[in-house]
């Protein structure tokens, strides 16, 4: 496959009259200024293939529901258990083809599915008891995506202990033995990467952590950490530490490590989360009045930044990226602390990186054939300068999408899936 790119956003830059060549599933040539005779055009700015680091499926059934009362957070909390309680392997698979597809339509490539929702109703495991892992993996594989699955480690529902209950139960595996032999039956794909989480510190009692963090030697390990001010106010209150600090001491924090939101950080935090990574997902944060994190205390520390769109209550990650700038900007007044090229890694190849696909996220040769491509013509990006297109397009000028050099989406629609339909249909079936 020849592709002739009216623009491409390449490692150093934006370039004009870019011609790729895609055999299988990988770049061999990328010329500059190059003759298109012979290669398909393709109008526009083509870039990189985003990697979502953080995402919940089933979040995405509480989109426009969560916000009677003015949106307390019980009210997302009571909605979020409802739609735990109500799904099964089919449900989950109707609705995560759903997100999966919407995630491609948005140029996303990759997805790291924070994976909690294991088991049927009252915790009673499924006669396969990775059924619901499964139907995540078939659905990313229909939507084009390749999948991390994150699969998590989450037993207790609070840091002191409390036993699950309710919904909470479908989550538990009841140890950390039980769970890792769980997830040694995960078959091998090669759209499929298995890795690891911790939920928390509240949902992981300390005797359990080393476990976790022993499985995942040398495999993406992820774990939610001070999303909130309350949380870091238990586990001192109960650990005498900080959740980083905890984590740290049972060996989870190192080189493969993603701090998931990282929001409420001491200086020691970020000191030890320096040789990580930390992934923010801005949208999310925003929803759930969470608080805005130190994100470029933590790049200056030498933490690796990657974006998430967790809840999904938008999945653009046009807007997480500039977010990650916006935020910063009213948290201290002043403007310019990342560049487009800093966002642009965080979004894309940081991101690939985190969730274990190295050789993704970068428009060069031996680089996977992931590959966005954004109208330049809408109302939102028209007379734009493409190399500002992370502060002016969204989701909606996506036209083209290559995955692994796979054509997912095709002048603006998914080629196998009707994704509004999908999503319709299977959220009114939870509700």
């Given at each position: 496959m020849l592709i002739h790119c009216q623009y491409a956003w390449l490692p150093d830059g934006v370039f004009s009259d870019v011609v790729l060549e895609i055999r299988d599933n990988r770049l061999t040539r990328v010329s500059r200024r190059a003759d298109g005779t012979g290669a398909g055009y393709r109008a526009g700015l083509t870039m990189p293939g985003f990697a979502n680091a953080h995402s919940h499926a089933f979040h995405r059934a509480l989109r426009g529901r969560t916000h009677g009362d003015r949106g307390s957070f019980w009210t997302w909390r009571e909605q979020m258990y409802r739609v735990a309680g109500a799904l099964d392997p089919d449900s989950y698979y109707r609705?995560?083809?759903?997100?999966?597809?919407?995630?491609?339509?948005?140029?996303?490539?990759?997805?790291?599915?924070?994976?909690?929702?294991?088991?049927?109703?009252?915790?009673?495991?499924?006669?396969?008891?990775?059924?619901?892992?499964?139907a995540l993996v078939a659905a990313a594989q229909d939507a084009g995506l390749r999948i991390t699955l994150l699969d998590t480690l989450y037993l207790t529902a609070s840091v002191d202990g409390k036993p699950l209950e309710g919904p909470q139960l479908r989550f538990g595996d009841g140890d950390a033995l039980r769970w890792a032999d769980r997830v040694d039956a995960l078959p091998d794909a090669p759209h499929l990467l298995a890795g690891a989480a911790i939920h928390s510190v509240r949902a992981v009692p300390l005797p359990q952590l080393a476990t976790v963090a022993a499985w995942a030697a040398g495999r993406p390990l992820h774990a939610h950490v001070s999303e909130q001010r309350a949380e870091n106010e238990a586990c001192l209150a109960e650990h005498g530490r900080t959740p980083t600090e905890v984590l740290a001491d049972f060996g989870a924090v190192h080189e493969t490590f993603t701090a998931v939101h990282a929001t409420h950080l001491t200086h020691r935090d970020m000191a030890l989360l320096s040789d990580a990574y930390a992934c923010f997902c801005p949208t999310t944060e925003r929803d759930l009045g969470d608080g805005i994190g130190p994100a470029r205390a933590l790049a200056d520390a030498?933490?690796?930044?990657?974006?998430?769109?967790?809840?999904?209550?938008?999945?653009?990650?046009?807007?997480?990226?500039?977010?990650?700038?916006?935020?910063?900007?009213?948290?201290?007044?002043?403007?310019?602390?990342?560049?487009?090229?800093?966002?642009?890694?965080?979004?894309?190849?940081?991101?690939?990186?985190?969730?274990?696909?190295?050789?993704?996220?970068?428009?060069?040769?031996?680089?996977?054939?992931?590959?966005?491509?954004?109208?330049?013509?809408?109302?939102?990006?028209?007379?734009?300068?493409?190399?500002?297109?992370?502060?002016?397009?969204?989701?909606?000028d996506v036209t083209h999408?290559?995955?692994?050099?796979?054509?997912?989406?095709?002048?603006?629609?998914?080629?196998?899936?009707?994704?509004?339909?999908e999503l319709q249909e299977a959220i009114t079936c939870l509700f």
């Open positions: 609705l995560a083809r759903g997100v999966y597809g919407e995630m491609a339509l948005a140029g996303i490539t990759s997805v790291g599915e924070f994976h909690y929702l294991h088991h049927g109703p009252g915790g009673t495991p499924y006669a396969d008891p990775n059924a619901m892992s499964h030498g933490t690796r930044l990657t974006l998430g769109s967790d809840s999904h209550a938008v999945i653009d990650f046009f807007e997480e990226s500039r977010a990650l700038e916006l935020d910063e900007r009213l948290a201290t007044e002043q403007r310019g602390h990342f560049t487009a090229a800093e966002l642009r890694a965080a979004a894309t190849a940081t991101g690939h990186r985190s969730l274990g696909w190295p050789d993704a996220g970068r428009i060069e040769v031996g680089g996977r054939a992931d590959l966005v491509t954004v109208a330049l013509d809408s109302p939102r990006t028209a007379g734009i300068d493409p190399e500002g297109v992370l502060f002016a397009a969204g989701a909606a999408v290559l995955a692994d050099g796979r054509e997912i989406v095709r002048e603006g629609r998914h080629v196998s899936i009707d994704v509004a339909r």
